[in-house]
């Protein structure tokens, strides 16, 4: 999960580190090693600034204009659901009316993992980091997160809920089979099982990203050494900042 790298015309050092939103033991797999590389650069880059300035980013996981899943879907429908999510997942939808289905997915794949004490794995790092005094940046700007979340259709969103509720012996599965791919550094595996998920908004939540970050590390790498900590699905392909950074003369090493 991590890699050197380095522009021929500079003796500047940079590392890129696969990251995962989750909490449990495995997620923290390569945590361990990242720390070692952390202490070895001058500034760290997560997708975004985790610190996000104060601001509040829950209003933009709750549904519009007064809109909720219940309304969505009919009553019968959502007490069905509702049923569902509780047999499978222990989460009542019913104190989750006003939140996205985005939102709702997310907590899911979190309760399918355990719950735990730690910050995910992400803000781990950040946090560490921190604690080691270098200079903390955000490849992404809080409105380029902002914007992709509003640009996500309602109907994927609800399309990808309602199968997490209809196939939940099939998502658990798929969960723990990608912490797996994970701990065991199975990139090209976890890209593809990721991008097949996204359907037809890769573009949007995959290589429109990777091509905005990968321009930011390109600036940001001119001037100080960066341990840059992204999401591992990110990483290879064709269109991963892997491949992006190698085709703009960089020379990337796997550690």
Not at 50 to 78: C, E, I
Request: aromatic share 12%; charged share 20%; glycine share 6%.
């Amino acid at each position: 999960m991590l890699f050197k790298f380095y522009h021929p015309d500079s003796q500047i050092v940079h590392y890129l580190f696969g990251t995962i939103h989750l909490r449990n033991t495995d997620a923290y797999t390569h945590a361990k090693i990242a720390e070692k590389y952390i202490t070895k650069v001058s500034t760290y880059c997560a997708e975004m600034d985790l610190n996000n300035d104060g601001v509040d980013l829950l209003p933009y996981m709750t549904l519009q204009d007064g809109n909720t899943n219940s309304s969505y879907w009919g009553a019968r429908k959502f007490s069905k659901f509702r049923m569902l999510c509780l047999k499978a997942y222990a989460l009542d939808l019913e104190y989750l009316d006003h939140m996205t289905p985005f939102y709702i997915h997310n907590m899911i794949t979190e309760s399918i993992i355990g719950k735990s004490d730690s910050d995910p794995l992400d803000m781990y790092l950040w946090k560490f980091a921190m604690g080691n005094e270098k200079k903390m940046m955000g490849l992404e700007s809080l409105e380029d997160q902002i914007n992709i979340l509003q640009k996500i259709p309602l109907p994927f969103q609800y399309k990808m809920l309602q199968s997490t509720f209809k196939n939940s012996k099939t998502y658990y599965q798929k969960v723990h089979k990608l912490v797996e791919l994970y701990k065991d550094s199975n990139l090209k595996s976890l890209y593809k099982s990721t991008k097949k998920s996204m359907g037809g908004l890769r573009d949007l939540m995959i290589y429109n990203r990777n091509i905005r970050m990968t321009e930011r590390i390109q600036i940001l790498s001119r001037t100080e050494s960066l341990f840059v900590a992204v999401g591992a699905a990110h990483l290879p392909g064709n269109n991963g900042i892997i491949a992006l950074l190698k085709r703009s003369g960089y020379k990337v090493q796997v550690i």
